[in-house]
């Protein structure tokens, strides 16, 4: 890992910190230098990530938060805020998979899955914009490989990831006379707690999953994503905006 200190004096918002690509980054941002609020719904669970990192000599804080809803995405901003004394870098790594058959699935779970990885991402954007826009400002949204690729029996999923594509290219568009990027990150497969289970769903076409597979002989590791996150969120990417980067062991090359 890198000693670089490219966060020294920034403070940042990180979703999903309770566990996997979170908290991994919530790990790495302190690593180098950021003050980090780990927001998660799993509060105990983002507690122990702040607690981590507060061993570790930097400054943490955690919040609970539903990203799902706005009011809870307000609240979590207003704390976080307060707690760190402002907000530089909102990292929306929240998210949720549910795999199934489109036709056996409950059409309650798509709007759930959309309500949490896209609408969720705009809320917490929204909600830390106007604190980015004072004294600028990063947005790194996670998307994922499934954003740009067909993957079988993940309807919700992937339209909910090629949203927050959208979304990112919107906002950066929108904010980039003001100081305020925003970029996504594609991951293909990474080892984290979401993907551990394997694929539950019976009856599949292996097949067409054989399409989505990486073609290096191994999965992501989420300190891979992390570095990749801590990096567009550093000013040494100070001309990226509007980008959506894969990092997917060359699953769509
Ligand atoms: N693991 C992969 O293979 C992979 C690949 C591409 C993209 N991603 C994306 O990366 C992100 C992180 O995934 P991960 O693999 O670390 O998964 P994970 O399950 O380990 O972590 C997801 C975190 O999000 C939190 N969360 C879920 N719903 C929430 C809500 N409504 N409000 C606030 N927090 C909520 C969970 O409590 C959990 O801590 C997700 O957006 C996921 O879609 C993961």
Known sequence: ?????????????????????????????????????????????????????????????????????LTSCE????????????????????????????????PDDFVRTVAVNLTGTFYMCRAALPQLLDGGGVIVNLASAAALQGVPYNAAYCASKAGVVGLTR??????????????????????????????????????????VAPQMPRIGQPEEIAALVAYIASDEAGYMTGSAITIDGGQLA
């Open 1 to 69: 890992m890198s000693n670089a200190m490219r966060f020294e004096s920034r403070k940042a918002v990180v979703t999903g910190a309770a566990s996997g690509i979170g908290r991994a980054t919530a790990i790495r941002l302190a690593h180098e230098g950021a003050a980090v609020c780990c927001a998660d719904i799993d509060a105990d669970a983002a507690k122990a990530t702040a607690d981590t990192i507060s061993s570790a000599g930097s400054k943490a804080t955690s919040v609970r938060v539903d990203v799902a809803d």
């Open 75 to 106: 609240a979590a901003i207003e704390e976080a805020t307060h707690a760190l004394g402002g907000i530089d870098v909102l990292a929306n790594i929240a998210g949720i998979l549910s795999p199934g058959h489109t036709l056996e699935k409950d």
């Open 170 to 211: 919107s906002l950066a568009s929108e904010y980039s006379r003001r100081d305020v990027r925003v970029n996504c990150i594609c991951p293909g497969g990474v080892a984290t707690p979401m993907t551990a289970a394997g694929f539950p769903v019976d009856d599949i076409d292996v097949g067409l999953m054989a399409r």
